[in-house]
């Protein structure tokens, strides 16, 4: 049987070996090994390596942001450029699989360590910081700007979209969703972790997930690197995924302090700043552009944008180009040419800083516990020392909250002990009181400081300020008559429904909660607040160096401990033992500008000045102080920067020039006088007797010159010595009728048409924000002196002095000389613009208003020898009792044939002597008619004669 079945198979073997088919059987046999051996090749022994490469052999596009123009001043001084840079960037290429949090973190935290270990850091433009007590709060204090955060930060688009809820989340509530949020947050455990990591996280997660919807688009996560961070990070790639160095041009400013207020700076355009470009211009910008945020850089930005590039290519597995399919090269911006002098923004400056200083010197007192409610005449407020020493924490010359590290100095320690000694017993004190019945009046002023504190706390939400009824009795025994306790306001206040008890839930057991229970509640939340509160811990601060618990000298060598001033072994010496007097030490660090009014935030500490030519409406200077760094703020912003210049107590953020408005006081007398002549209510030889009061109206408003009077004046002589009565009888006789009846609206008519003839009716027509002018609308004889409601910015004086100079014609006031491409190409040249036209004022008028306004200044003694001719006039307007008045000084040079018009102001600046002396400062550094350091010495000045107001 066997040899039966081997006869059959060798049979058939030969049938197939003797036909066709063996011949494709060996084919396909050998066809079917070259293909596995391949597959094995491919998927087995080189698998892992074509694996990395088919990842990452991307086709990737990218545009390209054009370079961003120049901005020079009228000679071509450089004001704004750009520079390269090393930004240590990532591309989130990440997929969304389980652990990606968990590789995001990984990532992120390698990137901070090397960042940081080479003295670098990363960003930190995200809009909450941490405040000195280690508290998160928002940079932003505008309510709109915080809510468009906060719908950011969620994911809506609009602010309507957000629920109450989110309305009213915290910083912490933020921070916390972030780190929580089952699909959106990002997986950090908040009890673990610092909170300066946790929010370094979460700078770097936000910046990567407003990117992530743009695929290839790089986040920078560290700008302007140096070059041992971009080695550390090169070397480093292998275990960062999507982290590469790029170069970018970054936004730098040249003498920042002195053009920030202008100038502004540049950020990442936001989602609602995109929304708001019509379809056109969205075609210019993307998501990821760098644009002007504020100032020149915000108002010319679609000058100074380049043209859009684009760039096509493929990357392999370590992010390395390997093939560039297309590149179109990115345009450059063009450039703005400012109307500024920078050499005399600068010198104007210097010049307000100096004068402010010394200004603060001749105010400085030895005098504690001082009360400026006692002086009859606000001239006479002083700059008592416990201020000056307390400035040093108020606004954050020094860190309170550093006095408790273990790195402390010693006068750092010591003034730490008797904080937290005093803190316990004041909380106790405070407890004490809100659960007893003295009334308010009755208090310490230490304890109704902390009373006051706590209601500002309470009326932050606690309070329903729309509920309260102002006209209670109880209300009015609290905020007016004081005459009732806290404890009994605010039981009240419960009882009349004023509390809203939903921002209570944390400390409360139940809805249905008594009176009582609410009460509770209250100071419950109160010593939560308080105790990490450090608005509430400068209070304290305040009442201890007020009590002499910490002294002067304390605060002064802490200066040296925190590295404020470079250490000065003798001085520090002198203030620890006592052999260094602190009133003179500071007195000698304000004298050198070692320490400037900006940081001491005292009254006066803020300054402006705007220059033109009164021929063409070009501003030559516009000068707001104290400035700020720009430079921080430009390309990623330092948002810790930002909040310091939110919160400071100098505003450095706000530009007094444009946006700060009060009344003219006698500056606006030319006003009054060009409408007396120019309606016939007086000649320029009418002479009106002033006696030292005006008696037209009761109560009988007094010139500046009282209980003495000026006798008789004509209108020359009024604009000399700044008669009050004098114009307090031309107001008067502008509200008269035939009959000889008084109107007071009748007057104001005819005063706001001459005022709006100044130009005085609308904002001056500078390209930069501007707040509206206000025009007197009440008491045409307060108003005839520049009180009433008049209310104007030092931009809109200048127009109105610079329309005196030239006779009557209104300028637009303009920063903009021209245009120009990348190689210098006229664009556009910026021509004067004439608004309107005074020609109903005669030749005379204008002679008159000249000769009053130079023989003021020839009356002047710290004018005399200047040599040149100038017109000018003062004026000084009163903000309340226990403030000083603000210091208002107008002029133009030469006289004759004026060159230049001058507005000054110095805010709280007691006497226009002072505003007077720094125009005549400027007049001389643009003439060149001293020797810049005589004019501008680097420290304090001193002050000058005595000008009437």
């Known amino acids: ?164 809820e989110q309305k009213n989340a915290t910083a912490e509530d933020l921070i916390h969703y972030l780190c929580t949020h089952e699909l959106y947050g990002y997986d950090l455990d908040e009890k673990k972790l610092d909170r300066q990591y946790i929010l370094k996280m979460i700078n770097l997660r936000y910046a990567i997930n407003l990117n992530s919807y743009q695929k290839y688009i790089p986040t920078v996560l560290a700008s302007d690197v140096s070059d041992e961070t971009r080695f550390a990070i090169m070397e480093n790639l292998d275990r960062m995924e999507g982290v590469g160095i790029e170069t970018e041009y970054l936004r730098r400013y040249t003498d920042s302090q002195y053009f920030a207020s202008l100038i502004g700076y540049t950020g990442k355009i936001s989602q609602e700043e995109y929304d708001a470009l019509d379809e056109d211009q969205k075609e210019r910008y993307a998501l990821s552009d760098i644009v002007g945020k504020s100032g020149i850089e915000q108002v010319m930005d679609n000058v100074l944008q380049g043209d859009r590039g684009s760039r096509v290519f493929y990357v392999d597995s370590v992010g390395k180009v390997t093939e560039e399919v297309s590149y179109v090269e990115p345009g450059a911006g063009n450039d703005v040419y400012l109307t500024i002098d920078k050499k005399l923004q600068e010198q104007t400056y210097r010049i307000i800083e100096e004068k402010i200083a010394g200004v603060v010197l001749s105010k400085l007192s030895t005098m504690m516990n ?86 500002s706390i309470l009326q932050s939400g606690i309070l329903l300020s729309d509920a309260i009824d102002a006209a209670d009795p109880t209300y009015q025994a609290w905020s007016k008559d004081e005459s009732i306790s806290m404890n009994q306001y605010l039981n009240y206040a419960i009882s009349k429904n004023w509390i809203d008890t939903s921002r209570l839930n944390e400390y409360i057991s139940s809805e249905y909660s008594d009176a009582a229970e609410v009460y509770q509640a209250i100071l419950q939340y109160l010593q939560d607040y308080l105790s990490s509160d450090m608005n509430f811990d400068k209070l304290l601060y305040k009442y201890l160096i007020k009590s002499g618990s910490i002294t002067g000298a304390q605060i002064c060598a802490i200066v040296y401990e925190q590295g404020v001033l470079p250490l000065d072994e003798g001085a520090y010496h002198g203030l620890r033992t006592g052999g260094l007097d602190s009133f003179g030490w500071l007195h000698t660090q304000i004298q050198t500008l070692a320490i400037t009014p900006g940081q001491l935030a005292l009254e006066p500490c803020t300054g402006s000045a705007v220059v033109s030519d009164p021929n063409t409406g070009e501003v030559l200077a516009c000068v707001s102080y104290p400035g700020y760094d720009n430079n921080r703020l430009a390309n990623t912003m330092d948002s810790d920067y930002y909040n310091q210049l939110v919160t400071g107590l100098s505003r450095p953020f706000y530009n007094n020039a444009t946006q700060e408005t009060t009344a003219p006081g006698s500056t606006y007398k030319m006003v009054s006088s060009v409408a007396a002549l120019t309606e016939k209510t007086i000649t320029g030889d009418t002479y009106l007797s002033c006696g030292g009061a005006f008696e037209g109206v009761t109560p009988n408003p007094r010139c500046w010159s009282y209980p003495n009077g000026h006798g008789g004046l004509n209108v020359v002589d009024a604009l000399n ?167 208002v000084f107008v002029g133009f040079a030469p006289a004759e044939s004026p060159e230049i018009a001058v507005a000054v102001r110095i805010a709280n600046g007691y006497t226009s002597a002072y505003a007077a002396e720094i125009g005549r400062d400027i007049v001389m550094a643009n003439f060149e008619l001293a020797e810049e350091d005589e004019l501008i010495t680097g420290q304090a000045a001193k002050l000058g004669a005595s000008i009437s107001d």
């Not at 019945?437 to 109704?448: H, R, V």
């Open 721 to 887: 010595y700044s008669c009050n009565v004098f114009y307090y009888t031309v107001g008067f006789q502008f509200g008269l009728d035939r009959e000889g009846n008084y109107d007071s609206n009748r007057g104001i008519e005819v005063l706001r048409k001459y005022a709006e003839g100044f130009g005085l009716g609308e904002t001056s027509g500078l390209e930069i924000p501007e707040t509206e002018p206000r025009i007197s609308d009440t008491d045409s004889v307060l108003s005839a002196i520049g009180q009433g409601t008049n209310n104007y910015t030092v931009s809109q004086l200048n127009r109105y002095v610079s329309t005196v100079a030239n006779k009557g014609t209104v300028y637009k006031l303009t920063l903009l000389d021209r245009t120009t491409d990348a190689n210098g190409k006229i664009i556009k040249n910026y021509e004067p613009m004439v608004v309107s036209k005074m020609d109903n004022v005669s030749k005379k008028t204008w002679e008159l208003i000249h000769d009053g306004m130079v023989a003021m200044i020839n009356s002047t003694a710290s004018f005399s020898g200047m040599g040149i001719e100038m017109a000018g006039k003062t004026g000084t307007a009163q903000q309340s009792a226990i403030h000083p008045d603000h210091a």
């Open 1 to 164: 049987m066997f040899r039966k079945i081997s006869k059959r198979i060798k049979k058939t073997i030969k049938q197939i070996s003797e036909s066709r088919l063996l011949v494709l059987i060996l084919i396909f046999c050998f066809l079917y090994a070259v293909l596995i051996n391949r597959l094995f090749g491919l998927q087995i022994v080189k698998g892992e390596y074509y694996m990395d490469n088919y990842k990452l052999q991307i086709r990737k596009e990218r545009d390209l942001q054009g370079t961003r123009g120049s901005i020079y001043d009228r000679n071509g001084d450089l004001l704004a450029y750009n520079e390269l840079a090393y930004s240590v960037t990532f591309e989130d290429d990440i997929s969304g699989t389980e652990d990606r949090n968990e590789t995001l973190n990984r990532i992120m935290d390698e990137v901070i360590r090397i960042v940081e270990a080479h003295g670098d850091s990363v960003i930190h433009s995200f809009g909450i910081v941490l405040d000195p007590a280690g508290n998160y709060q928002f940079t932003q204090t505008n309510e709109t700007l915080r809510l468009r955060f906060v719908a950011d930060v969620y994911g809506l688009r609009t602010i309507d979209e957000l629920s109450k």
């Open 370 to 455: 001082y009360d400026p409610s006692l002086e009859k005449d606000s001239k006479d407020i002083i700059i008592p020392a416990d201020d000056a020493y307390f400035a040093f924490i108020a606004n954050q010359i020094i860190d309170e909250q550093h006095f408790g590290k273990e790195d402390a100095g010693a006068s750092e320690k010591e003034v730490y002990a008797v904080y937290l000694a005093r803190k316990t017993t004041v909380m106790n004190e405070i407890l004490a009181e809100l659960n007893g019945t003295t009334p308010y009046q009755s208090l310490s002023a230490e304890m109704q400081g902390y009373m006051d504190y706590m209601e």
